[in-house]
């Protein structure tokens, strides 16, 4: 129980200097407070060799500071290996027509969207969506023809014109 009393009192008398210490050297307090925590449960850890050192807070400041650094190096290294994943990969880029098509549709009511969305995207018969939506076939008809109206009437010129189909067009 000595050996716990004792590290007590050396964590109450030094832990806020080493953070202080680390967050000065780091620049970040979150992460320092991480770094700083860590090297004390280290020092329990090896409390019989750790406290016999000449300085034992400099031996946590020391562990603190590679700990911090250690965290640094993994997220730099974890961005790089995104960033080259990323960079490998071919994205296609959304079209014109995509972009203005996405931007309308949030401007329609949702149970619409759902709808236009689920018809012309997905490809689903209106009674597939009627069941999906657990709605009757009319309410999908009624709602596909009010958002291809407001799609139409967000989207505003000719060529983005969502056409209809006809009604009859609806499997």
Avoid at 27 to 42: H, I, K, N, S
Avoid at 93 to 111: G, K, N, Q, T, W
Avoid at 159 to 169: K, L
Wanted: aromatic share 6%; proline share 1%.
């Amino acid at each position: 129980m000595r050996d716990a009393d004792e590290f007590d009192a050396f964590y109450a008398a030094s832990a806020q200097r080493v953070l202080g210490h680390l967050y000065a050297m780091i620049g970040r307090r979150a992460e320092a407070e991480d770094a700083v925590a860590e090297a004390y449960a280290r020092a329990w850890d090896r409390w019989a060799t750790v406290r016999e050192c000449d300085s034992p807070e400099a031996w946590v400041r020391s562990v603190a500071y590679r700990v911090a650094v250690s965290a640094w190096r993994k997220a730099v290294n974890r961005l790089t290996a995104h960033r080259r994943q990323a960079a490998e990969e071919h994205v296609e880029a959304s079209s014109v027509d995509h972009v203005a098509i996405v931007a309308a549709l949030r401007r329609i009511p949702a149970d619409q969207r759902r709808v236009v969305v689920l018809h012309h995207l997905v490809g689903l018969s209106v009674a597939e969506i009627a069941t999906e939506a657990g709605t009757n076939v009319n309410t999908v008809k009624t709602r596909l023809a009010r958002g291809r109206r407001a799609l139409a009437a967000h989207l505003g010129d000719d060529e983005h014109q969502v056409t209809s189909g006809g009604r009859g067009h609806e499997r």
